[in-house]
């Protein structure tokens, strides 16, 4: 059998005649990078970038009951999101794995917006319509109906508005409007992957090659770059920011993963327990008694940069496993974030390393995350 074929973004013929280096990343063929990853890194850190999102999958959740379905569905509590604002919450398992991270967007009164990682966009389709029997309400796989445009970065607020009315000194972090940006219809939302100020622009895929040429020359004053998932990746790394397949998988609760407040188990969901309920509380109670692996920082004393699946090591032991690592252009020193027993866990434990290749190599423990912008 043949292969089958990469997906292609709404922007795959601008990637193209920009020079992107190109990589199959979730089943879409989508830029790694333009250039330099680590200038469009910098961009990002001191300027703008301009990122191609199209392959995250959103599904249209509506209906009067909707936010019963999504506080069965998922582990946040849905109802308390107003209208035109944005929650970070999970999907799990019965067992309490996660299934995926999320955003959740209310659009209206009875209409929500689950964006989900690519790789697990089908995933999460399929469990939110399997959980859906017996709630009023539909779910849509959406995933056609968006392309999505990113800008982030210290100048992304003057990019944006250069091109929009929309009133987006009044738009909270993690919140989200409908507007009109370079005669585009869009939902504009200010969130990003970056640690930095950003928007995320949702938009119809017609729409994308015209919104993305207009922002390329609004943002050519304020050194406005178009960046690549290598980048994207950097830049969540050094903001600590989990990465499914990473930080987050099946095998793990958000408990394990330090992100047990995203869990709550006070909300109301249609007189019944939401999926995964019993094992989380579990889970809760045990992160209480044995506190499980800890996610935390490492910053190396060397140059050698670590990878995701190498052990951390202290006293000649395996304490620990890497779960993301990468040189950071902005500390100018190799990062990692790693799973580490407790007992190595405080920032500053003296002694711990990363086995990589048959050498331990010296690592800082630090607290996540590795960077903060400055507000």
């Given at each position: 059998m043949s292969p089958t074929p990469s997906r292609l973004t709404a922007l795959d013929a601008v990637h193209r005649s920009l020079g992107a280096t190109m990589t199959d990343f979730a089943g879409w063929d989508m830029p790694l990078r333009y250039g330099s990853e680590r200038d469009e890194h910098t961009a990002v850190r001191t300027k703008a970038g301009l990122f191609d999102l199209s392959h995250m999958g959103e599904i249209t959740v509506s209906g009067a009951g909707a936010v019963d379905l999504l506080n069965f569905a998922l582990v946040g509590n849905i109802g308390s999101v107003g209208v035109g604002r944005a929650r970070y919450t999970m999907i799990c398992r019965a067992d309490g794995g996660i299934l995926d991270d999320l955003i959740v967007y209310r659009l209206a009164e009875t209409e929500y917006m689950v964006v989900a990682n690519a790789g697990n966009a089908q995933v999460v389709l399929d469990a939110l319509t399997e959980r859906a029997e017996g709630f009023d309400a539909e779910v849509r796989d959406d995933r056609e109906a968006y392309a999505l445009i990113a800008v982030q970065g210290p100048h992304s607020p003057a990019i944006v508005k250069s091109v929009t009315d929309a009133d987006l000194d009044g738009l909270k972090y993690y919140a989200g409007l409908p507007g009109t940006v370079a005669g585009v219809e869009?939902?504009?939302?200010?969130?990003?992957?970056?640690?930095?100020?950003?928007?995320?622009?949702?938009?119809?895929?017609?729409?994308?090659?015209?919104?993305?040429?207009?922002?390329?020359?609004?943002?050519?004053?304020?050194?406005?770059?178009?960046?690549?998932?290598?980048?994207?990746?950097?830049?969540?790394?050094?903001?600590?920011?989990?990465?499914y397949g990473h930080e987050l998988t099946t095998e793990l609760t958000p408990f394990d993963a330090?992100?047990?407040?995203?869990?709550?188990?006070?909300?109301?969901?249609?007189?019944?327990?939401?999926?995964?309920?019993?094992?989380?509380?579990?889970?809760?109670?045990?992160?209480?008694?044995?506190?499980?692996?800890?996610?935390?920082?490492?910053?190396?004393?060397?140059?050698?940069?670590?990878?995701?699946?190498?052990?951390?090591?202290?006293?000649?032991?395996?304490?620990?496993?890497?779960?993301?690592?990468?040189?950071?252009?902005?500390?100018?020193?190799?990062?990692?974030?790693?799973?580490?027993?407790?007992?190595?866990?405080?920032?500053?434990?003296?002694?711990?390393?990363?086995?990589?290749?048959?050498t331990h190599e010296p690592y800082e423990v630090v607290a996540l995350p590795f960077y903060k912008r400055q507000k």
């Amino acid at each position: 059998m043949s292969p089958t074929p990469s997906r292609l973004t709404a922007l795959d013929a601008v990637h193209r005649s920009l020079g992107a280096t190109m990589t199959d990343f979730a089943g879409w063929d989508m830029p790694l990078r333009y250039g330099s990853e680590r200038d469009e890194h910098t961009a990002v850190r001191t300027k703008a970038g301009l990122f191609d999102l199209s392959h995250m999958g959103e599904i249209t959740v509506s209906g009067a009951g909707a936010v019963d379905l999504l506080n069965f569905a998922l582990v946040g509590n849905i109802g308390s999101v107003g209208v035109g604002r944005a929650r970070y919450t999970m999907i799990c398992r019965a067992d309490g794995g996660i299934l995926d991270d999320l955003i959740v967007y209310r659009l209206a009164e009875t209409e929500y917006m689950v964006v989900a990682n690519a790789g697990n966009a089908q995933v999460v389709l399929d469990a939110l319509t399997e959980r859906a029997e017996g709630f009023d309400a539909e779910v849509r796989d959406d995933r056609e109906a968006y392309a999505l445009i990113a800008v982030q970065g210290p100048h992304s607020p003057a990019i944006v508005k250069s091109v929009t009315d929309a009133d987006l000194d009044g738009l909270k972090y993690y919140a989200g409007l409908p507007g009109t940006v370079a005669g585009v219809e869009a939902l504009i939302a200010r969130t990003g992957y970056t640690g930095e100020d950003g928007f995320e622009l949702f938009v119809a895929p017609a729409d994308a090659e015209k919104l993305w040429q207009a922002l390329t020359e609004a943002g050519a004053a304020y050194g406005l770059v178009p960046c690549g998932l290598s980048c994207r990746d950097t830049l969540r790394l050094e903001a600590g920011m989990p990465l499914y397949g990473h930080e987050l998988t099946t095998e793990l609760t958000p408990f394990d993963a330090g992100l047990g407040r995203v869990v709550k188990f006070d909300k109301t969901s249609h007189g019944e327990d939401f999926v995964g309920h019993d094992a989380l509380v579990a889970a809760a109670e045990r992160a209480e008694t044995a506190p499980p692996r800890r996610l935390v920082g490492l910053i190396a004393e060397g140059r050698r940069v670590p990878r995701a699946g190498m052990a951390v090591v202290a006293d000649g032991k395996v304490i620990g496993e890497v779960t993301s690592g990468a040189p950071s252009p902005t500390l100018g020193k190799p990062l990692a974030i790693a799973y580490v027993d407790a007992g190595h866990a405080e920032p500053g434990t003296a002694g711990v390393g990363v086995d990589i290749r048959g050498t331990h190599e010296p690592y800082e423990v630090v607290a996540l995350p590795f960077y903060k912008r400055q507000k």
